[in-house]
């Protein structure tokens, strides 16, 4: 065999099952739990591959395959430079379309606050399951162990609030907020490998008890971009809110304390939009409230 026709390693690696697992599927991308050893003990690392389009010219899908998995990696650099919480990233293939992430060890903020978690894989035959199943769909129920005291979640939306204006701030847009595409972990051991002798109920049980040391992690940065426009920040946040108006019903005081979080972040930094004497957030806010009204007339009118 020549060295051209050798099969990517990470390629390689993904579709070898003794070593990956399929734990997601949209329609731009399969996420895979794979381990870098012969058994999935510590090393757990994430695969995401943007497999190949058939309905594509195979030279045009090459060029966007390379072009968004390397705009995903370096919207994801700009986050970890800019000190927010994300996956690190632990290799790229660009040719290939694959992102190797760490893994994060923890529930989704949508199972924390009752949302359910997402569809199980397991259960649904492959080919169906879609990364933008709506919420309505999934038939998932919430895990009563996940019930958090009022403040508990108050402070959960002080993290996001916080770690949203740490990617804004960066100028990175990240194009698909919802509350699944967050994870809680504990600092404690979020640069670490954790035990995978729990269980998961376990592991996540330990997480919610260790609140001093809560962090959220964003994740998912495949439909991300850079911009500094308060336009697109504010777009951005409208997502959030109308995933959490249809996740989360009854929840507006909740967004409400991560936008309140978020201002004050951007408050403190001291920047001011561009060309005009105002603070960024000042903007934001401005153009948020523009959004919605748009947002609302597109409902009445269908």
């Known amino acids: 065999m020549t060295r051209e026709s050798q099969p990517s390693p990470l390629l390689s690696l993904l579709q070898d099952p003794s070593r990956s697992i399929l734990i997601k599927q949209g329609a731009e991308a399969k996420v895979y739990q794979s381990s870098l050893t012969s058994t999935f003990s510590e090393d757990a690392i994430v695969l995401k591959w943007r497999f190949p389009k058939t309905y594509r010219h195979p030279s045009l899908s090459k060029t966007l395959t390379a072009q968004r998995t390397a705009q995903e990696a370096r919207g994801l650099l700009r986050c970890q430079k800019a000190g927010a919480s994300v996956p690190s990233i632990l290799c790229v293939d660009e040719q290939e379309g694959i992102l190797g992430l760490e893994w994060i060890d923890g529930p989704s903020i949508r199972e924390v606050l009752g949302g359910g978690a997402e569809g199980v894989l397991a259960d649904t035959p492959i080919g169906t399951v879609d990364s933008e199943t709506s919420p309505e769909d999934s038939d998932s129920k919430s895990d009563p162990a996940f019930t958090l005291p009022a403040e508990d979640q108050l402070q959960l939306m002080r993290l996001i609030g916080a770690e949203l204006a740490r990617i804004h701030l960066a100028e990175v847009i990240h194009g698909d ?115 919605r009204l748009r947002g609302r007339k597109r409902s009445m009118v269908g």
């Open 177 to 291: 907020l919802t509350t699944s595409n967050m994870l809680l972990r504990s600092r404690l051991r979020s640069r670490s490998t954790s035990s995978r002798t729990s269980s998961e109920s376990e592991n996540n049980s330990e997480i919610l008890r260790d609140r001093a040391n809560w962090e959220v992690a964003l994740i998912d940065f495949g439909l991300s971009s850079v911009s500094s426009l308060a336009e697109d920040r504010a777009v951005d946040l409208y997502v959030l809110e109308r995933a959490f108006s249809s996740t989360h019903p009854a929840s507006e005081d909740l967004f409400s304390e991560i936008l309140k979080q978020y201002g004050m972040e951007l408050e403190r930094s001291g920047k001011k939009e561009k060309g005009t004497k105002h603070s960024i957030w000042e903007e934001i806010r401005r153009r948020l409230d523009e959004v």
